[in-house]
């Protein structure tokens, strides 16, 4: 099992730009979540998904989007990149809460 | 309103034993994990304390008072890989669902 993966691992971005990141998961989990991390900071919730064909916003959804059209993937979108969308992003996924999150190796994007 | 807090920074020495505290104020409290984090690294599940008292896994211990809206993350015989950040995380129920909050960790350094 591959577990959580994410691509790419690593992108610049001009601001203005757009960009999809994928998070895929081989565990057959239900929920999915994207989490961003800034320096020093931990972790805070864009958005997250309890299941295929659902998405639902968390703490810091703006300028994000999201899709679930598959149970296995999790894409997060930019439409318009703006520099404070700089940030290592990590997906997670899990059976169901409160259980164990499984995190993919994380997206250090960097917008300029 | 919501609040998290727990010591930015711990130091240690190889073999000693070191709590990290955590406190937390937030609606819907549903339970109380830890993760580590390290340096360039995805974070990885350490415990989740559902109801009151201690949880030990291996060197790890954690605890959790539900009356006092506290826990602690203990981690004994201190290895030099132990160097790390560790994030407490409440879940919440939110919206029908449960979601993780992560505070900004605290760093913990293990000399020789």
């Known amino acids: 099992n591959a577990g959580v993966t994410q691509t790419p691992k690593f992108r610049v971005l001009k601001t203005g730009q757009s960009m999809t990141l994928l998070c895929a998961q081989d565990m057959n989990h239900e929920y999915m979540y994207w989490y961003r991390q800034d320096p020093g900071m931990g972790l805070r919730l864009i958005h997250y998904?309890?299941?295929?064909?659902?998405?639902a916003k968390g703490e810091v959804p703006d300028g994000y989007n999201v899709s679930r059209l598959k149970k296995q993937n999790f894409l997060l979108g930019l439409e318009s990149a703006a520099p404070s969308q700089t940030s290592v992003y990590f997906c997670?996924?899990?059976?169901?809460?409160?259980?164990?999150?499984?995190f993919g190796p994380g997206t250090r994007l960097t917008v300029t | 309103g919501q609040s998290l807090e727990q010591p930015s920074e711990v130091t240690a020495v190889e073999g000693a034993i070191v709590q990290i505290n955590c406190t937390y104020q937030?609606?819907?409290?549903?339970?109380l994990s830890w993760y580590q984090q390290h340096d360039g690294g995805a974070p990885t599940f350490l415990s989740y304390n559902a109801l009151d008292g201690l949880e030990e896994t291996g060197r790890f211990s954690s605890f959790l008072s539900r009356s006092d809206s506290y826990g602690y993350l203990l981690l004994q015989e201190l290895q030099m890989k132990d160097s790390a950040s560790y994030f407490c995380a409440p879940c919440r129920i939110s919206g029908g669902y449960n979601k993780l909050i992560f505070g900004a960790g605290t760093r913990l350094a293990v000399h020789p």
């Open positions: 998904s309890v299941g295929e064909g659902t998405t």
């Open positions: 997670a996924s899990t059976i169901a809460p409160p259980y164990e999150q499984y």
């Open positions: 937030t609606s819907g409290f549903y339970g």
